[in-house]
């Protein structure tokens, strides 16, 4: 590999680098984002707790890698594309948009369907069959292993 030149030649691993810059970011703005809720009480959780202890995990694995892309040589960084982010982006809006509406099991398959398409190697056949076992794994989890009160099918 040939030697790097410029101001962030100190940078052997610029794919591991960014990300972990990337991760650090992540767990800095879900910091700011919980920074009002209360965190543990003695031996009690608060609403603040789980999100901290993953910031902080977050950001220790970001640190992590930071230091591997400083250490560790690499590929250089590739030409970025908004394929897969965008197609991603789009699958937890539409989710979003329609889980009060469409209920958990439709709304999940149509994410997985949606977010497969952010590349262009997706196996149409296994993105079905994956979307229906993950659509039945969140029916079984959310209202039945948490408790939780959600609606699995349409109202009509």
């Keep these: 590999m040939a030697p790097r030149s410029g101001p962030l030649a100190f940078i052997r691993n610029p794919r591991d680098f960014w990300g972990g810059v990337g991760l650090i970011t992540l767990a800095l703005i879900a910091w700011w984002a919980s920074r009002d809720l209360p965190g543990q009480q003695g031996f009690a959780f608060g609403p603040g707790t789980a999100p901290r202890l993953f910031m902080f995990l977050l950001g220790i694995n970001g640190a992590a890698i930071v230091l591997m892309g400083l250490l560790t040589e690499g590929p ?81």
């Design 76 to 156: 250089p960084l590739e030409k970025w594309a908004f394929r897969g982010p965008l197609f991603v982006l789009g699958g937890v809006l539409l989710f979003a948009a329609t889980i009060r509406t469409l209920g958990l099991i439709i709304s999940t398959f149509l994410l997985v369907l949606v977010s497969s398409a952010g590349t262009r190697e997706v196996r149409w056949i296994e993105t079905i069959i994956w979307g229906a076992f993950l659509s039945v794994f969140c029916a079984i989890l959310f209202p039945y292993v948490l408790n939780l009160p959600m609606q699995l099918w349409p109202r009509f």
